[in-house]
């Protein structure tokens, strides 16, 4: 099992360009977490998504900040219009369920995004 | 509002010395405690969680309600523990699912 992949691991974006990421979770997990990391902040919660349904998004920027998991197909996260204020670091994890007690999530390796 | 608070963004240690990462944490409800550790190029990894009560790679933490804190212990440092470890919490009014990180404190223990 590779783990949860996400890529590309870098983009460079000029401003008002689109940004897309791309996160493939771990085989057998349909739960899928974005995050994201500013600098010399904690990694913070964006969107939680199922297969073709958006369970959560409390924590998408109301403009801009798209995201979908297809039935078939890795998870997008789509920042149109990108500004200097998106540059990040972008976290991927999925889980197997979701339910009442503890599951645990598993990361990928990020994206970090550029916006000059 | 639910904050994870790791006040120190770098500690170094000698090999051999003693080790406590600080986490204290604001809530509502009854949230789960984590920590996460991410070595140099590797990925986010769940080290411990405070339900297990486990010791892992030789790390404890205890949860104390009373100062709210998670603190992150080792009684002998060994070099491989370098690397950059997040306090989280789950739970509460934020669900199962939302973690709530800390800004991270890197460990470097010196040989």
């Known amino acids: 099992n590779a783990g949860v992949m996400q890529n590309p691991r870098h983009l460079v974006r000029r401003r008002g360009q689109e940004a897309r990421l791309r996160c493939s979770p771990m085989?057998?997990?349909?739960?899928v977490y974005w995050y994201r990391q500013l600098p010399e902040e904690g990694l913070k919660f964006m969107v939680y998504?199922?297969?073709?349904?958006?369970?959560?998004e409390s924590g998408m920027p109301k403009e801009r900040f798209s995201a979908e998991f297809p039935k078939e197909g890795p998870s997008i996260l789509r920042i149109q219009q990108v500004v200097r204020g998106d540059s990040a670091a972008y976290f991927c994890?999925?889980?197997?369920?979701?339910?009442?007690?503890?599951?645990?999530?598993?990361f990928g390796p990020g994206t970090r995004l550029t916006v000059t | 509002a639910q904050r994870v608070t790791q006040p120190e963004k770098l500690l170094s240690v000698f090999k051999g010395a003693p080790v406590e990462l600080k986490c204290n944490y604001s809530?509502?409800?009854?949230?789960?405690l984590f920590w996460y550790v991410q070595y140099s190029r590797q990925r986010l990894q769940l080290l411990l969680r405070?339900?297990s009560r486990e010791s892992i790679k030789g790390f404890t933490a205890d949860l104390n309600k009373g100062e709210t804190s998670f603190h992150l212990k080792k009684p002998f440092a060994q070099e491989e523990d370098s690397a950059m470890y997040y306090c989280?919490?789950?739970?509460?009014?934020?669900?199962?699912?939302?973690?709530?990180f800390g800004t991270g404190t890197r460990l470097k223990v010196l040989a």
């Open positions: 994890a999925s889980s197997p369920v979701v339910g009442t007690s503890f599951v645990e999530q598993y």
């Open positions: 085989k057998g997990h349909s739960h």
């Open positions: 998504l199922q297969k073709e349904n958006i369970i959560d």
């Open positions: 809530y509502s409800g009854s949230p789960e």
């Open positions: 405070h339900i």
């Open positions: 989280a919490l789950s739970g509460g009014t934020s669900g199962t699912y939302k973690y709530i």
